[in-house]
């Protein structure tokens, strides 16, 4: 039989995915599962996202060919500019598809999750731009790193609610989401960020993250020798991934983050290092004791610092499909550096371990190589020039 | 005393208190299992504690996150179960993740051994439970118990009850656990509940504090279950068996 990549109708790629969620999420995730091909892949709905993706976000995002990097690597780089959508990642495509279809499911209230807090501006800007109620949780370890994206999310009407529980990063502001949706299943829907949670959410999300290599592949007219984007979850490495995943011919490869060192307890590489568990209501690769206890990931990147991984991931990962590997906060502080100086590019600290691994990689003059600049690196500004 | 029997026997409203193991001591369960039993308690359930408790709320966050420090592991709760003498029915509540870790059939083996009569999952789904999972279950005489709640519909609630082998546990609130927001609200789920004559017998959770929560969940189903009000009565006790004694006096006092 043919590999499949791609979700099967139990809501599982291979042994990972699924909906492990309690009875109480049962109808919400039940309606979500019954409709969202439906809706989303209607007409009127498509209409609607595509028209908002061009003049809201501003998409196509471009494809540049970054000269002086490709002539520093000996071969052909581009960069797919995610980092110039509105808002200044790809997390936009995600929260305005899903933003639509909660209009659909006649909900009014959105909850959301966020790491660096891309997402929740995302998500605080489809709010405003649809008039919707809008409640982010953010770890409060978090809240304090990425404090420009706070304001632009209390800016955009947006209330924030502090996690300090766990980890009081990205783990257990996804736990709270959760715990909110259980106490509010009627009114709300709960815009997830990344390609993880509960079937059909890692689909879902994809899907509206595949603009991305929709988009690479009008833009650029042979295949690329090689896409390269960074991990936490996964979205945008599944977006700049979708569809590329049955060509053979180009090499995907997916960075996490190493944090201090995947020898050391300081990192967030998941799939280097982790097992086969439930995190977040699916079956993925998840960082966890011999128990089963989560264990809590490190990374500079707050956009990376996850201890799961999006279970499409983890079936690409077995299947060997797309090359896994990953980078420290050293070598992707490095790379932002090293871009904004080449290219006048400032990068997201999570997009930054994407184009660190240009330094671990074989290169052949031949090879044309997309990095995915998810996201830009205004928010990391601080973290980025401490030792200027 | 099977599950089975303990319902088919039950004189008064069924008694049963939640608490986590590994809490507040590491050592505390055999402690904390003959007070319950003294007390005239009717069935436990004993939480393994996880990192990610989904469905729960700040108190038994805080008692599993404690739990974890303190040094519990699954391998440790069994322990600490073969070494207790209490003959009370005893049902194990926790979520799938550790389960998995340790080993489906591993962890049956180890719950028959021990005495368990149920495993409650809250996030391991019926349809996986079944596919991959109940012949294990069955293998070892383990019941699964499923939650329903005032957003189950009718039709999943009948399918639920068809695929209890012990009890239905009825969520009194579309909430996480330990929210106090009283029982009131509950009224006309719990009437339906009892209207459709379901095969199995309910028991009713979360939200439960007090005497009158406990009475009002007896007028509707066979019992209460009880856990963060319990594990905030115990969580700075100095006298365990008198603290225990005190608090199930407080639902149920003795004539």
């Given at each position: 039989?043919?590999?499949?990549?791609?979700?099967?109708?139990?809501?599982?790629?291979?042994?990972?995915?699924?909906?492990?969620?309690?009875?109480?999420?049962?109808?919400?995730?039940?309606?979500?599962?019954?409709?969202?091909?439906?809706?989303?892949?209607?007409?009127?709905?498509?209409?609607?996202?595509?028209?908002?993706?061009?003049?809201?976000?501003?998409?196509?995002?471009?494809?540049?060919?970054?000269?002086?990097?490709?002539?520093?690597?000996?071969?052909?780089?581009?960069?797919?500019?995610?980092?110039?959508?509105?808002?200044?990642?790809?997390?936009?495509?995600?929260?305005?598809?899903?933003?639509?279809?909660?209009?659909?499911?006649?909900?009014?209230?959105?909850?959301?999750?966020?790491?660096?807090?891309?997402?929740?501006?995302?998500?605080?800007?489809?709010?405003?731009?649809?008039?919707?109620?809008?409640?982010?949780?953010?770890?409060?370890?978090?809240?304090?790193?990425?404090?420009?994206?706070?304001?632009?999310?209390?800016?955009?009407?947006?209330?924030?609610?502090?996690?300090?529980?766990?980890?009081?990063?990205?783990?257990?502001?996804?736990?709270?989401?959760?715990?909110?949706?259980?106490?509010?299943?009627?009114?709300?829907?709960?815009?997830?960020?990344?390609?993880?949670?509960?079937?059909?959410?890692?689909?879902?999300?994809?899907?509206?993250?595949?603009?991305?290599?929709?988009?690479?592949?009008?833009?650029?007219?042979?295949?690329?020798?090689?896409?390269?984007?960074?991990?936490?979850?996964?979205?945008?490495?599944?977006?700049?991934?979708?569809?590329?995943?049955?060509?053979?011919?180009?090499?995907?490869?997916?960075?996490?983050?190493?944090?201090?060192?995947?020898?050391?307890?300081?990192?967030?590489?998941?799939?280097?290092?982790?097992?086969?568990?439930?995190?977040?209501?699916?079956?993925?690769?998840?960082?966890?004791?011999?128990?089963?206890?989560?264990?809590?990931?490190?990374?500079?990147?707050?956009?990376?610092?996850?201890?799961?991984?999006?279970?499409?991931?983890?079936?690409?990962?077995?299947?060997?499909?797309?090359?896994?590997?990953?980078?420290?906060?050293?070598?992707?502080?490095?790379?932002?550096?090293?871009?904004?100086?080449?290219?006048?590019?400032?990068?997201?600290?999570?997009?930054?371990?994407?184009?660190?691994?240009?330094?671990?990689?074989?290169?052949?003059?031949?090879?044309?190589?997309?990095?995915?600049?998810?996201?830009?690196?205004?928010?990391?500004?601080?973290?980025?020039?401490?030792?200027? | 005393?099977?599950?089975?029997?303990?319902?088919?026997?039950?004189?008064?409203?069924?008694?049963?208190?939640?608490?986590?193991?590994?809490?507040?001591?590491?050592?505390?369960?055999?402690?904390?299992?003959?007070?319950?039993?003294?007390?005239?308690?009717?069935?436990?359930?004993?939480?393994?504690?996880?990192?990610?408790?989904?469905?729960?709320?700040?108190?038994?966050?805080?008692?599993?996150?404690?739990?974890?420090?303190?040094?519990?592991?699954?391998?440790?709760?069994?322990?600490?179960?073969?070494?207790?003498?209490?003959?009370?029915?005893?049902?194990?509540?926790?979520?799938?993740?550790?389960?998995?870790?340790?080993?489906i059939e591993?962890f049956c083996?180890?719950c028959k051994?021990?005495?368990?009569?149920g495993v409650?999952l809250?996030?391991l789904?019926?349809?996986?439970y079944q596919?991959?999972y109940q012949a294990i279950f069955e293998q070892y005489g383990l019941s699964i118990?499923?939650?329903?709640?005032?957003?189950?519909?009718?039709?999943?609630?009948?399918?639920?009850?068809?695929?209890?082998t012990?009890?239905?546990?009825?969520?009194?609130?579309?909430?996480?656990?330990?929210?106090?927001?009283?029982?009131?609200?509950?009224?006309?789920?719990?009437?339906?509940?009892?209207?459709?004559?379901?095969?199995?017998?309910?028991?009713?959770?979360?939200?439960?504090?007090?005497?009158?929560?406990?009475?009002?969940?007896?007028?509707?189903?066979?019992?209460?279950?009880?856990?963060?009000?319990?594990?905030?009565?115990?969580?700075?006790?100095?006298?365990?068996?008198?603290?225990?004694?005190?608090?199930?006096?407080?639902?149920?006092?003795?004539?």
């Amino acid at each position: 039989m043919k590999q499949t990549y791609q979700v099967n109708k139990n809501g599982f790629y291979g042994e990972y995915g699924g909906a492990f969620i309690p009875e109480m999420l049962y109808p919400n995730i039940k309606e979500l599962q019954e409709s969202y091909i439906a809706i989303t892949a209607s007409q009127e709905f498509q209409k609607e996202l595509k028209q908002l993706l061009h003049d809201y976000v501003g998409r196509p995002t471009p494809l540049y060919f970054a000269k002086r990097l490709s002539e520093h690597y000996g071969a052909a780089i581009y960069l797919k500019r995610e980092d110039l959508c509105h808002t200044g990642a790809h997390k936009i495509n995600n929260a305005l598809g899903q933003i639509l279809l909660a209009k659909k499911l006649n909900k009014t209230r959105i909850i959301a999750e966020t790491g660096a807090g891309q997402h929740g501006v995302a998500t605080a800007t489809a709010c405003a731009l649809m008039g919707m109620q809008c409640f982010v949780y953010m770890g409060a370890k978090d809240i304090k790193r990425q404090a420009p994206n706070v304001a632009r999310m209390k800016m955009l009407g947006a209330e924030i609610i502090p996690v300090n529980s766990g980890s009081k990063t990205l783990k257990d502001a996804t736990n709270e989401a959760i715990r909110d949706w259980i106490n509010n299943p009627k009114n709300t829907h709960y815009i997830i960020g990344s390609v993880v949670g509960p079937h059909p959410y890692p689909d879902m999300v994809a899907r509206f993250q595949s603009v991305i290599s929709e988009e690479i592949k009008k833009q650029l007219n042979e295949n690329p020798t090689h896409i390269i984007a960074c991990i936490g979850g996964g979205s945008n490495a599944i977006g700049a991934f979708y569809h590329y995943l049955y060509n053979e011919n180009v090499q995907l490869i997916g960075v996490e983050a190493a944090g201090k060192g995947i020898d050391t307890t300081d990192t967030a590489a998941t799939l280097a290092l982790g097992k086969q568990g439930v995190l977040h209501a699916c079956m993925t690769t998840l960082l966890q004791t011999a128990d089963g206890q989560v264990v809590e990931p490190y990374s500079i990147s707050a956009g990376l610092d996850y201890p799961g991984i999006g279970p499409q991931h983890a079936h690409l990962h077995k299947t060997e499909r797309v090359k896994y590997d990953n980078v420290t906060d050293k070598e992707a502080l490095d790379a932002a550096h090293f871009l904004s100086k080449t290219e006048g590019i400032i990068p997201a600290l999570e997009s930054a371990h994407a184009l660190a691994y240009l330094d671990k990689m074989q290169i052949e003059p031949t090879d044309k190589i997309i990095i995915n600049l998810s996201g830009r690196g205004d928010k990391d500004l601080e973290t980025l020039t401490k030792n200027l | 005393m099977t599950l089975q029997e303990l319902f088919n026997n039950k004189k008064e409203a069924l008694l049963n208190i939640y608490f986590t193991a590994g809490f507040p001591k590491l050592n505390s369960m055999p402690q904390i299992l003959s007070a319950l039993e003294e007390a005239g308690v009717d069935m436990v359930e004993i939480g393994m504690p996880y990192s990610d408790p989904l469905s729960d709320g700040p108190t038994i966050q805080e008692s599993s996150a404690i739990a974890i420090k303190n040094g519990i592991t699954t391998d440790l709760i069994f322990q600490q179960l073969e070494k207790s003498t209490s003959k009370i029915p005893k049902i194990m509540m926790g979520y799938f993740n550790a389960v998995f870790q340790y080993g489906i059939e591993k962890f049956c083996e180890k719950c028959k051994k021990a005495g368990i009569a149920g495993v409650i999952l809250p996030d391991l789904p019926i349809n996986i439970y079944q596919e991959k999972y109940q012949a294990i279950f069955e293998q070892y005489g383990l019941s699964i118990i499923f939650l329903v709640t005032p957003e189950t519909s009718e039709e999943r609630i009948r399918y639920i009850d068809k695929c209890s082998t012990s009890f239905i546990y009825a969520v009194s609130s579309s909430s996480t656990t330990g929210k106090e927001t009283g029982m009131q609200a509950a009224k006309e789920y719990l009437n339906q509940l009892k209207k459709m004559n379901l095969n199995k017998p309910l028991m009713l959770g979360f939200n439960i504090s007090k005497k009158e929560d406990f009475d009002f969940a007896a007028t509707y189903t066979s019992g209460g279950i009880i856990g963060s009000a319990f594990i905030k009565h115990i969580k700075n006790s100095q006298n365990l068996p008198q603290d225990i004694k005190s608090f199930v006096q407080s639902i149920r006092p003795k004539n």
